[in-house]
C-alpha cells in the first residue's frame, strides 16, 4: 500500500508533480516519520513546503546523508526535523542529490549557510547544477531562481558505492526523466530500501528526457526487488509487490509493458 498521501493541496502550479496522486491519508504536518530503522522521512509538500520533494534522511551512525533537499524555503523545517527524528545536524556530512530539479535541489543555498556537507550528484547532471540552468533545473516553472552551486563529488559510473558513515548507499544510474537521474539502495534491517525520486516522470524535452533510457532504468530496478520504494511525490510503498505495482504501472502507461 501507498503509505502516505501526498495531496496536491497546493495553491500554486507544480507541474512536476502529478494530479493523480494518492490520497492515503494525510501527513501530520511537520512531523518526521521513520519509514524503516535508520531512514526518516524529514521533508515534503504536507510536511514542510508545499513545493518540496519528499525528503528523506539516512542515519549512517557517525554521518547522516539526505536525499535531495526540497525546493528552498524549508531548510529550517528540515533540519528541524532531523533533530526531531534524533539527528543532529552537525553530522549531516552528505547531501545527495538525485538529479538537477529545483523542488529537490533548492534548498542547498539554505543549507550550505548553516552547514557544509559534500554535494553528490551523477555527471548527466552536474552541469545543468553547476551552471544553475534555468530550464533543466525547472526553476522558471516554479518561479524559483537557483544559485550556481559546485557539486564536489560527480558520480561518473553506473553502479557506485557511496559511503555514508557506517553505511553503504548504492548508486545507480537510472537515466529517463533527467539525463544524469540516480536511484540509491539501501540494505537495511527493515529490507532493501529503494530512493528512486521521480522515477514516475515526467518526461519532457527540455529536461533532457529520454523514455527508452527510462525503461531500461526501470527495469534495472525490478530487478533489484526492493522491499521498500520511497518515491519523490508519490511516497512510499512497501511491499515489493506494491513497489512492482507502481514501477510496472507507469511502464504501461508509457507503452513499455
Ligand atoms: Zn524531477
Ligand atoms: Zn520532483
Redesign the pocket.
Known amino acids: 500500500m501507498a503509505e502516505l498521501g501526498i495531496g496536491l493541496r497546493v495553491s500554486t502550479p507544480l507541474p512536476?508533480?502529478r494530479r493523480e496522486t494518492r490520497e492515503a491519508g494525510p501527513l501530520s504536518a511537520g512531523k518526521p516519520r521513520a519509514i524503516v530503522p535508520g531512514v526518516f522521512l524529514v521533508g515534503g509538500p504536507e510536511m514542510t513546503d508545499p513545493a518540496d520533494?519528499l525528503v528523506y534522511a539516512v542515519d549512517g551512525g557517525s554521518e547522516i546523508a539526505l536525499i535531495d533537499c526540497g525546493a528552498g524555503k524549508s531548510v529550517a523545517g528540515i533540519l528541524g526535523n532531523l533533530k526531531r527524528a534524533g539527528l543532529d545536524p552537525a553530522r549531516l556530512k552528505t547531501v545527495i542529490l538525485t538529479?538537477c530539479?529545483v523542488?529537490?535541489i533548492g534548498g542547498l543555498p539554505g543549507i550550505l549557510k548553516l552547514c557544509s556537507p559534500r554535494l553528490v550528484c551523477h555527471r548527466g547532471d552536474a552541469d545543468a547544477i553547476e551552471t544553475a540552468d534555468d530550464s533543466r533545473t525547472a526553476a522558471s516553472w516554479y518561479g524559483l531562481r537557483l544559485p550556481p552551486i559546485r557539486v564536489d563529488l560527480v558520480l561518473e559510473g553506473e553502479d557506485e558505492i557511496l559511503r555514508v558513515g557506517e553505511v553503504d548507499l548504492r548508486c545507480v544510474h537510472t537515466p529517463g526523466h533527467t539525463p544524469g537521474s540516480i536511484s540509491l539502495v539501501l540494505e537495511t534491517a527493515g529490507g532493501r530500501v529503494l530512493f528512486g525520486?521521480?522515477i514516475h516522470g515526467p518526461f519532457l524535452r527540455e529536461f533532457g528526457s529520454d523514455l527508452e533510457q527510462w525503461a531500461g532504468s526501470m527495469r534495472r530496478l525490478l530487478a533489484l526487488e526492493p522491499d521498500v520504494l520511497c518515491e519523490?511525490?508519490f511516497g512510499v510503498f512497501r511491499p515489493w509487490e506494491e513497489v512492482r505495482r507502481f514501477i510496472m504501472g507507469h511502464l504501461r502507461q508509457h507503452g513499455f509493458a
Open positions: 512536476l508533480q520533494c538529479h530539479h523542488d529537490h525520486q521521480d519523490g511525490h
